[in-house]
């Protein structure tokens, strides 16, 4: 089900180091999984999506892990900098009554130490 | 290609009155979803509309809250008799498909006093 009305939990990290943020899925149905960003006072911007059959996919300095046995799903940072700074809400794609439904998770916030 | 279009940005609206809210995707979508989010939480599903039809309401409360996407022109989520538990973050996202991304607008924020 949708996590309402839980705070984000928040990760800290130097600038410069790499950041892992996890996420968990329930339905092992879902077969797309997308990764958005959203910087305070703004929309969810697209990160990096990846398909059920496959197990990484890499962007400019992200990658996203699907580990399907265990239903969860991993957005790595190389290199954070400040302008990473913001929420992270994995969000997969699932059949319901016949249809797709996009269906985010609780999210968490990412806070860069200069 | 213009992005998801959000009206208005921000919107005042005291207890008892209606609050429409207009999201124009992206061109080509035909698939649009509406979520709300509350400060330092989640967003959570509302609507899923395509053309003309209401696919899944589910996130939607039974009372005051309505959505609807004409054959021509934005979709409008209308919320009537307003109350300050209404208060929060409005986000349209469209997309083209059901198994590609969804765009977001950049949100409508309601302040009901």
């Known amino acids: 089900g949708e996590n309402v009305g839980l705070h984000l939990p928040t990760l800290s990290v130097q600038e410069g180091d790499n950041s892992i943020i996890n996420c968990a899925y329930s339905n092992s149905a879902s077969d797309y999984f997308i990764w958005y960003k959203q910087e305070s006072g703004k929309g969810p911007q697209f990160i990096i999506d990846i398909r059920s059959n496959m197990d990484k996919r890499q962007g400019q300095r992200v990658t996203v892990l699907l580990n399907k046995t265990v239903k969860h799903l991993s957005l790595q940072i190389a290199a954070t900098q400040p302008g990473d700074s913001a929420v992270y809400f994995c969000?997969?794609?699932?059949?319901?009554?016949?249809?797709?439904?996009?269906?985010f998770g609780i999210g968490t916030k990412l806070q860069v130490i200069p | 290609n213009a992005g998801v279009m959000q009206n208005p940005r921000h919107l005042v609206r005291r207890r008892g009155q209606e609050a429409r809210l207009r999201c124009s995707p992206m061109k080509g979508h035909s698939h649009v979803y509406w979520y709300r989010q509350l400060p330092e939480e989640g967003l959570k599903f509302m609507v899923y509309l395509q053309k003309e039809n209401i696919i899944d309401e589910s996130g939607m409360p039974k009372e005051r809250f309505s959505a609807e996407f004409p054959k021509e022109g934005p979709s409008i989520l209308r919320i009537q008799q307003v109350v300050r538990g209404d208060s929060a973050a409005y986000f349209c996202a469209s997309s083209p498909d059901w198994d590609t991304e969804a765009f977001f607008g950049q949100g409508t924020r309601l302040t009901v006093v």
């Open positions: 969000a997969e794609n699932r059949e319901s009554g016949g249809y797709q439904k996009v269906t």
